[in-house]
Nanobody
Framework: QVQLVESGGGLVQNGGSLRLSCAAS????????MGWYRQAPGKQRELVAL???????NHADSVKGRFAISRDNARNTVYLQMNSLKPEDTAVYYC?????????WGQGTQVTVSS
């Protein structure tokens, strides 16, 4: 199993920045894909960004140019740098890992952007 612990959420003003962190209990070299998802009240969970073990990334259209996913292999940590935040980015952000065919989730971290 993989345990994921997110941190870095909080309250920020419109146009502000936050950096989320996801610390994994396994070496992220062995995790096929890691990603960030978010879920706003009353909405389905949606993909924000992915990064593969080879370092390839993919970002949702709604965050391209504003958010960036990255990884620190030495720290077994994946980050989500969020810039130019908007009120519509308000959601609970979840870290996800695809490991040996199974998906693992963190507990989530709240991001609130005030207008």
């Amino acid at each position: 199993q993989v345990q994921l612990v997110e941190s870095g959420g909080g309250l920020v003003q419109n146009g502000g920045s936050l950096r989320l962190s996801c610390a994994a209990s396994e070496s992220i070299f062995s995790i096929n894909v890691m990603g960030w998802y978010r879920q706003a009240p009353g909405k389905q969970r949606e993909l924000v960004a992915l990064i593969t073990s080879g370092g390839l990334t993919n970002h949702a259209d709604s965050v391209k140019g504003r958010f960036a996913i990255s990884r620190d292999n030495a720290r077994n940590t994946v980050y989500l740098q969020m810039n130019s935040l908007k009120p519509e980015d308000t959601a609970v952000y979840y870290c996800n890992a695809l490991y040996r065919g199974a998906h693992y989730w963190g507990q989530g971290t709240q991001v609130t952007v005030s207008s």
